[in-house]
């Protein structure tokens, strides 16, 4: 679901490339649109079922944002709206999957639900 192009990204990351083309799903393109809201992408462009990914993680070759991927099927982490409060203390950001759509912690915490953890970053 999520965990295919979360470590895509990071190893785009690691290996300082700006640019990477994916193929993408319905439930990634939610995560996507998160990712541009909170700048972590530049620009999306569809090209023959491809997606090309412009990174914005990158300033004079230095990292803004690490990534990790904290999403995996067959053992998943779910917070309720009280650790997200908790968190939302200590300013990290998540990104969430709830049945409100793919959220990070804040927004999740307005609309005082939880969900399944994807991913950390930090700077």
Not at 67 to 76: E, Q
Not at 86 to 112: A, D, T
């Amino acid at each position: 679901m999520f965990f295919k192009l979360l470590n895509k990204i990071k190893m785009n990351t690691m290996t300082k490339k700006k640019i990477l083309i994916s193929n993408v799903n319905n439930n990634e393109q939610f995560l996507l649109k998160k990712l541009i809201k909170l700048n972590i992408i530049k620009f999306i462009f569809k090209k023959n079922n491809k997606y090309i990914l412009v990174l914005n993680i990158f300033k004079k070759n230095k990292l803004i944002f690490k990534i990790k991927n904290l999403y995996k099927p067959s053992n998943y982490k779910s917070l309720n709206y009280k650790n997200i409060k908790k968190i939302n203390k200590k300013n990290k950001l998540l990104i969430i999957s709830s049945n409100k759509g793919v959220l990070n912690n804040y927004e999740l915490e307005k609309k005082k639900v939880g969900g399944i953890l994807i991913a950390y970053i930090w700077n």
